[in-house]
C-alpha cells in the first residue's frame, strides 16, 4: 500500500489550496481517511477526516468552516480543500488511512498506512 500526498504550495494568508491523496494498493473508500499535520517542534495534529461507508466528515476546530475534505471513488483520491488560509496553518500535512473508530479517529496510532506529506506555507 502505498499514499501520495500532494498539492501543498506557497500561498498568501486568505488564500486557497487543493491537497489530494492518492493511494496504490488499498481502495480508499473502504477505509476512514485523515490528513494530520505538523510543524518542527510539535506533535502531529489531526486536521479531517473522512469515514468510509458513512462518509461523514469531522474537522479539528482550528479548521472547521475553512477547510473540507471529500473523496472521488473512481480517481482513488481524497482531497482536503483549504479556503481562507492563514499563516497558523503552515505545516507539513499527511495523508493516512486506517479501520479508525470514532474514538481513535483523532489518533495517529490508529492509521496504518502513511503518505510522505506535502509542504503548506502560507505567507502573511
Known amino acids: 500500500v502505498q499514499l501520495q500526498a500532494s498539492g501543498g504550495g506557497l500561498v498568501q494568508a486568505g488564500g486557497s489550496l487543493r491537497l489530494s491523496c492518492a493511494a496504490s494498493?488499498?481502495?480508499?473508500?473502504?477505509?476512514?481517511t485523515v490528513w494530520f499535520r505538523q510543524v518542527p517542534g510539535r506533535e502531529r495534529e489531526f486536521v479531517a477526516a473522512?469515514?468510509?461507508?458513512?462518509?461523514?466528515?469531522y474537522y479539528s476546530d482550528s479548521v472547521r468552516g475553512r477547510f473540507t475534505i471529500s473523496r472521488d471513488g473512481a480517481k482513488n483520491t481524497v482531497d482536503l480543500q483549504m479556503n481562507s488560509l492563514k499563516p497558523e496553518d503552515t505545516a507539513v500535512y499527511y495523508c493516512a488511512s486506517g479501520s479508525s473508530i470514532l474514538t481513535t479517529l483523532r489518533q495517529e496510532s490508529a492509521y496504518a498506512y502513511w503518505g510522505q506529506g506535502t509542504q503548506v506555507t502560507v505567507s502573511s
Open positions: 473522512i469515514r468510509p461507508s458513512s462518509s461523514n466528515t
Open positions: 494498493g488499498r481502495t480508499l473508500s473502504r477505509y476512514t
